[in-house]
């Protein structure tokens, strides 16, 4: 009898450390178009009672007035009631298409940018400059922009008809690299120190699927995103 009453007991234990309920999760604009929606995917199949509600902005979320639960964003974060994770780390690509590289060839130094078209994010400005790894010290290359957009996604689409190059973080253009749309150059510079991490408000922790979400991770995120998972996911604390 003992040991079926501690059997219940551990059976109401783990039932209350499993995620239930609506999760809200805010995010850039851009990570709708990467792998992040098949994270999102996994996440669901792994743990069915659970709702997402997605909200794709760019501009800074207050996490207690808008009711949202977890915020992945990149960068500094200053709101001392927030706590933040480390997600993981993003390299950036430098790539464009075959079509572009066979008429304008590849550069072999990150310098060599400054002669080609650049397709960049409209925050870097009327002079855009780009940041890469020289040695483990850091070189700045102004590139001329053909194209600047708010959104990496319709840069990547001009640049998959052969109209510039782009510098984006991997999440964003690695399908397009697997499937030849995209060639990467420059692999050895490109910066390795872009970090995505989840945030969450100080309350938000307590709930289970907000601790889960925080640490969900898998395979195909740091693998080939046709590589399938077939274990639990890990983390992407580390």
């Not at 997605?54 to 200053?78: F, H, K, M, W, Y």
């Not at 298409?97 to 400054?114: C, M, N, Q, V």
Request: charged residues 25%; proline residues 7%.
């Amino acid at each position: 009898m003992l040991e079926m009453v501690e059997l219940t007991q551990a059976e109401l234990q783990e039932r209350a450390s499993q995620p239930g309920g609506r999760l809200r999760i805010s995010a850039p604009h851009g990570m709708g178009n990467g792998e992040f929606p098949n994270l999102l995917a996994d996440f669901m199949r792994y743990y069915p009672d659970v709702s997402i509600s997605l909200q794709l902005t760019n501009r800074t979320v207050d996490l207690a007035e808008e009711g949202i639960d977890v915020d992945i964003r990149s960068g500094p974060v200053e709101d001392a009631n927030l706590i933040v994770r480390k997600l993981r780390l993003m390299n950036m690509v430098v790539c464009a298409s075959p079509i572009y590289w066979k008429k304008h060839g590849k550069p072999e130094h990150p310098r060599d940018l400054a002669g080609h078209e650049a397709l960049t994010h409209s925050l870097l400005g009327a002079q855009p400059v780009w940041r890469f790894d020289d040695g483990g010290k850091p070189l700045d290359v102004a590139v001329k922009s053909r194209m600047d957009c708010t959104e990496g996604a319709p840069l990547i689409r001009v640049a998959m008809r052969g109209f510039g190059v782009i510098y984006l973080p991997s999440i964003l253009v690695q399908s397009h690299v697997e499937h030849g749309e995209l060639v990467p150059v420059l692999q050895d510079y490109a910066r390795k120190d872009m970090g995505c991490r989840p945030r969450t408000s100080s309350g938000a922790t307590t709930a289970p699927r907000c601790a889960h979400c925080s640490t969900f991770s898998r395979p195909a995120w740091a693998a080939s995103r046709n590589e399938k998972a077939r274990h639990r996911p890990g983390s992407f604390l580390r």
